[in-house]
Structures are given as C-alpha cells and as structure tokens.
C-alpha cells in the first residue's frame, strides 16, 4: 500500500489491553481485509500481555518470580532477547533502571494515598538488584526468595512494536499502534501529511500542551500524572527510583520520538529517573523530546 495514496480510509480498531484503552489505526481500501489485519496485530498484543504480564500465575515472569531462591528457569529465545535489554538498560543508567524494582509496588499503594515507612522500603529494596540476578545457559536465576521481575518498564512499548512489526510484514504502510498513548507508526496518512499527535498536559487532563507530527517510529510519554497522591501539596507519583525507593520529583512529563516505541520509552522513563539531569541526557540521545519539568517549563527538540 502506498502511504500517498487518496483512496485509502482510516479505520479505527479499538480494543483494551494492559488494563488500558488501546487502538489500531490503519489506511486501507477494503474494510474487511482491514479488520483481519487489525486483529492480528491486536492478537500480537494480547500474546504478549499474557506471556509476561504479572498480574497472572501462568506467565513467563510469574514462573520465574515463583522460583525466586530456587534454581534458574530457562527462557525461550524472546524472553532471553528482553532479559538482556534489560540488562543492557541497568548497565547504562548505572541502575536507575533495574527491572527488580516492582517488589516496590508493595510499599507504595497509590489508591490508599499512605507514604511508606522508611523500615518498608529499606526491606522491599534489600529484595532488589539486578546486579544479583543469574543469567547463563539461556536460563535466568533470582537469588534470593521474594525477588521479583517486572517489565512493565517497556512491555506496553515492545508490544505496540511487534504488533506493528506484523502489520508490516502484511505491507501496511499507513496507520500506527496505539497502546494507551505508547506508539508506533507505520508510515504517514492516505494524504502523505503526517498524524497529528496531542501531547496531554500534565495538569489538565483534558488539554494538550503540543501537538506532534508523526510519520515512522515510536513515541512514548512519562509522567507524574498518571497514578499519583499528594500530601500537603507535594506529589507522589508511580515513577520510582530504584536507587532510593521514592518517587521521581523533577518532571511532569516527558514525551520521546524514537525510531521504536520501545527505544521511546525507555528514554522518556530514563529521564524521569536521572531528574535535573534527565535533560542533558534527552539531548544527547539526538532524538526529539517535549520535557515538562515541575515549574511547568517546557524543553524540547
């Protein structure tokens, strides 16, 4: 399909996953052949929420969750490929991004609004260190009983990137991945202009600070807005430094253009955790970026 060509429709295929509102969005001419493609790549999605959501017993990562203090378990090759990603992240943050933090989740409960204890984080974080985990003979080994892994870090991410890797194979070349605001484009509108993409704001749930023009590649947006609470006017948000066990407190968003949604969202996450450094490192990755930091100041390219 050519992404210049008039004749082309978008349709739009809604569809929940991750436990959040997703879609893909697809230029076509014949609507049935349309809805088959949309479906494998929604099926692509849902592949992987399955495989490594840990919010299920069955999973890859439940397995090897359960098997923490126990001996290795082997992984297929997927499962090595983002286990040493994820390796390679922790080495080149110096372990700001350590795929071991979730057990933090235990500590922070952003529903019931409490700050942990410092006694709480002390323990959970004694549980953490990616620098601990065993991986060899394709088999990977969380030491210590109660250790965790979570990629919940760029899982939304990797799959809007496969679920587009499929569309492509198919030769779709107009439309993108949507999984709750992490995305992927194939290639620009029927009319050759590119899709115009509202950055959300970060204090006002239902206006956008900018809109982004997107043709190929991945774009991905962190923030301090999206599960959060505050106490006497300071804010606890989701994004945790694994270093400290607390909440991130410099940015309110950080929006990333990369040429993969995964690319684009470790980034976005990265700079959230370095804080006031974040942005000397957005600038040297030579992607395009939409920062907000907490004064509400806006720094991009």
Not at 52 to 67: C, E, F, G, L, P
Not at 112 to 127: F, G, M
Not at 254 to 279: D, H, Q, R, Y
Request: glycine letters at 8%; aromatic letters at 8%; charged letters at 20%.
């Amino acid at each position: 399909m050519s992404s210049a060509d008039k004749n082309l429709s978008v349709q739009r295929y809604p569809f929940r996953a991750m436990g959040s509102e997703c879609e893909v969005v697809l230029a076509v001419k014949n609507q049935a052949q349309a809805y088959a493609l949309a479906q494998k790549a929604i099926a692509e999605v849902l592949r992987i929420e399955k495989k490594y959501s840990r919010y299920t017993s069955d999973s890859m990562v439940a397995k090897i969750n359960q098997h923490a203090g126990l001996g290795p378990v082997a992984c297929d090759d997927e499962t090595w490929a983002l286990l040493h990603y994820a390796e390679q992240l922790h080495e080149q943050t110096q372990g700001l991004f350590d795929i071991t933090s979730g057990v933090l989740r235990h500590a922070w409960d952003f529903k019931s609004a409490v700050v942990p204890a410092a006694e709480k984080l002390d323990a959970l974080r004694n549980k953490m260190g990616w620098y601990k985990v065993v991986l060899q003979n394709q088999s990977i080994a969380l030491p210590d009983v109660g250790m965790e892994i979570d990629l919940g870090g760029f899982g939304k991410e990797y799959a809007a990137d496969r679920a587009a890797q499929v569309l492509q194979a198919q030769g779709v070349s107009s439309g993108y991945v949507n999984l709750a605001g992490d995305m992927r484009f194939l290639g620009a509108k029927p009319s050759g202009e590119p899709w115009m993409i509202g950055i959300q704001d970060p204090r006002r749930q239902d206006q956008v600070v900018a809109t982004l023009p997107m043709i190929q590649g991945g774009l991905a947006t962190s923030g301090d807005y999206e599960r959060f609470f505050e106490i006497d006017d300071k804010r606890y948000c989701h994004v945790l430094n694994p270093l400290t066990g607390w909440p991130v407190q410099y940015w309110r968003s950080v929006s990333v253009a990369a040429p993969a949604a995964v690319v684009a969202g470790c980034t976005s996450t990265i700079a959230m955790l370095k804080e006031k450094e974040g942005l000397a490192f957005l600038q040297a990755t030579g992607f395009d970026f939409l920062a907000i930091d907490s004064s509400n100041q806006v720094h991009m390219r």
